[in-house]
């Protein structure tokens, strides 16, 4: 059987040494190992960001690839760190740190385990206790990945019902009408991804093609309100226009075609940034 | 026979999960296939820079590899997704927006083929029409290295001339004087490259150790005029100064020893750019 | 006998199409060999992060693996291009301009062959002299891992004295204090590490749980003096709060827990900037 890609994802950006190293240990575990760059890029601390990209890329990737997300700000400390199994077939090592909340939401946590630092962490490096990227999680996926252990020795499940998840937020709807919050950002080209699913908008009336009452409010303020198209992408309006579209995991989402509408906007994502949709 | 190396390039950036999604589709279409990062930092929606790094280091990979270039402010609108073959045996699966002018007219284009979205789009995500990287580009790309379709098979072929070009600007010469545009940056260390190259420049009459009248104008108000050395490389002069140099590709470029030309003088690159040296 | 890994760093950053086009001449080599990223964001022109990241980072890679490290000021210029071998079994293929003086003094170098330019040198590049990386590094390290050379075949071996290195500071110590630099930075946590080894500062009577008397200096004058807990990791102060800690390294280092050290007090690293502790 082949053995399982590796996909890492942390807050610890290319700048210096740290990933290299985590790389390492996995390549000296076992050279045969497949490893790929998630993004490296979360913002720091950001457990809710490292959350969001599990669940934006994982499906796209063959059953029983192993991704590692290393956005740790407790590391050392006495969080747990593990590894969890989804119903859909993947496994994620992480700290349990709110990592895991959209997987458990959206697709299910069919098991959990502890990692036993006692067998599965690396020894030649434990004087250290800051760096469990390279120490502890990237060495015990390389076991894992590698067939040295099996998935009931990493270490003791725990139950499902333990796991650390931040709040998620659900839209609500009524005919012609749907709020929700922007939960995340695409910080590259300034998107604002809501979390109300296109099939549940379309089933409520709205078409493309039809322009919208778009309001955003921060901290119950109203920061945006005007009429904007619903449109396939980007192309189908003016450039410089903002768009309220389809993104790529099926949720409404708003842009400004060849421009940038977080920072023309000063719009973000979080609970208290609700986007209101009304015909 | 060896499947042919995927090299990605696209102004995503690394910051959040499409690259990561990109690439899980090629493995989940076949986990044998090799996938290296070209660049994720072309200037948003700048087809003009994808297509010059296409063009910059397509040369030094084997045979047959297959670039998936997207850079795509069309994706979803009429726009064609096209594979095409150049006369030297490379593959480049991207939007006909621009990103081959600089093969088509350095390198040749020997065919052209529009993807066949029927067969060779992802069918798991037809809902959304905003990530062609993902679902039509890498996936398409997939296939074709897999094998699993041949060329033939990625869609009807169409004329080389229908392919859409930008304006590509040719230098002028006289003996003892070159005139060209800077037609890209080095966007590290701010060094501009002109689309003057070094085996006519040197047939002129100019030789390495000369010191150069080196004018720049923008929208033809002179920004720099300078008398310049012209060095094999930035080491002959002194940190700090401007040299004329002979850059990667064997083209006529400036730079600041040590320095940033580019913000210091606040030069940069396009058709409104030129650049003229003379004895 | 399996063919070493390529593991690259360079300061060239992922921007445009260096990195791609080295990594294709190495493909072009060998189809076979597997190359990784190290980082190519070393601060511009700095041979002494290039040398302490390679310290930094190939321990943790499988013996034989071959380090490539492009920083590279003087290229084109006398500067002589190497390939050392260290006592523990890496190879490291590098300008010889500073980049060793980790390695050197930590680790020990065995031997170091000037590469002979005359045969490990890519043809088809010989009228530019400004890309060493993809030109004479990159491609020689290829044919040296792929076996096509041995390295006897590299060129002929200097003497290791005549390695070009920077200054060292070494730490001092009296009981209950310990002086030494900052001799760098993690510029992704802006946490700042010193040259002091943590088994060293412990047996001076150092303990975690102590509160330290933590001066910074920068060309005499003190920048910071304050009283820093010295504990395991980060989560053991309150967010915003300094913490004197043990690096990955095993050296002593500073930060802010959930914060940045380096942009807070505006302390950097280098021979300038001393750092006391004092029970």
């Given at each position: 059987?082949?053995k399982?890609?590796?996909?890492?994802?942390?807050?610890?950006?290319?700048?210096?040494?740290?990933?290299c190293?985590?790389?390492?240990?996995?390549?000296?575990?076992?050279?045969?190992?497949?490893?790929?760059?998630?993004?490296?890029?979360?913002?720091?601390?950001?457990?809710?960001?490292?959350?969001?990209?599990?669940?934006?890329?994982?499906?796209?990737?063959p059953?029983g690839?192993?991704?590692?997300?290393?956005?740790?700000?407790?590391?050392?400390?006495?969080?747990?760190?593990?590894?969890?199994?989804?119903?859909?077939?993947?496994?994620?090592?992480?700290?349990?740190?709110?990592?895991?909340t959209?997987l458990?939401?959206?697709?299910?946590?069919?098991?959990?385990?502890e990692?036993?630092e006692?067998?599965?962490?690396?020894?030649?490096?434990?004087?250290?206790?800051?760096?469990?990227?390279?120490?502890?999680?990237?060495?015990?996926?390389?076991?894992l990945?590698s067939?040295?252990?099996?998935?009931?020795?990493?270490?003791?499940?725990?139950?499902?019902?333990?796991?650390?998840?931040?709040?998620?937020?659900?839209?609500?709807?009524?005919?012609?009408?749907?709020?929700?919050?922007?939960?995340?950002?695409d910080?590259?080209?300034?998107?604002?991804?809501?979390?109300?699913?296109?099939?549940?908008?379309?089933?409520?009336?709205f078409?493309?093609?039809?322009?919208?009452?778009?309001?955003?409010?921060?901290?119950?303020?109203?920061?945006?309100?005007?009429?904007?198209?619903?449109?396939?992408?980007?192309?189908?309006?003016?450039?410089?226009?903002?768009v309220?579209?389809?993104?790529?995991?099926?949720?409404?989402?708003?842009?400004?075609?060849?421009?940038?509408?977080?920072?023309?906007?000063?719009?973000?994502?979080?609970?208290?940034?609700?986007?209101?949709?009304?015909?």
């Amino acid at each position: 059987m082949e053995k399982p890609i590796l996909v890492f994802q942390t807050d610890f950006t290319y700048k210096e040494g740290a990933v290299c190293s985590m790389y390492g240990v996995v390549k000296s575990t076992d050279r045969t190992l497949e490893i790929f760059d998630g993004t490296h890029e979360i913002p720091h601390f950001d457990t809710w960001s490292a959350s969001y990209r599990l669940y934006q890329s994982m499906r796209f990737w063959p059953k029983g690839t192993i991704f590692v997300s290393v956005v740790d700000p407790g590391v050392g400390t006495a969080r747990k760190a593990c590894i969890a199994k989804t119903k859909d077939g993947y496994y994620i090592v992480t700290p349990d740190n709110g990592a895991l909340t959209h997987l458990k939401e959206y697709v299910g946590i069919e098991e959990v385990r502890e990692i036993d630092e006692a067998v599965n962490r690396l020894k030649s490096t434990e004087g250290t206790s800051i760096f469990h990227g390279r120490d502890l999680f990237g060495y015990c996926a390389a076991k894992l990945a590698s067939g040295i252990i099996t998935y009931e020795e990493v270490g003791p499940a725990y139950s499902i019902d333990e796991i650390v998840v931040h709040e998620i937020h659900q839209p609500t709807f009524s005919e012609g009408k749907a709020e929700g919050i922007f939960e995340i950002c695409d910080p590259n080209f300034g998107n604002l991804w809501s979390n109300i699913p296109v099939d549940e908008f379309i089933e409520k009336g709205f078409n493309y093609g039809d322009i919208i009452n778009l309001t955003i409010r921060h901290e119950n303020e109203v920061v945006y309100h005007e009429k904007v198209p619903f449109a396939k992408s980007f192309g189908f309006v003016k450039q410089g226009e903002p768009v309220v579209y389809t993104n790529e995991l099926m949720k409404v989402a708003v842009a400004i075609s060849l421009g940038n509408f977080r920072e023309t906007y000063h719009v973000d994502f979080g609970h208290d940034w609700v986007v209101e949709l009304e015909k």
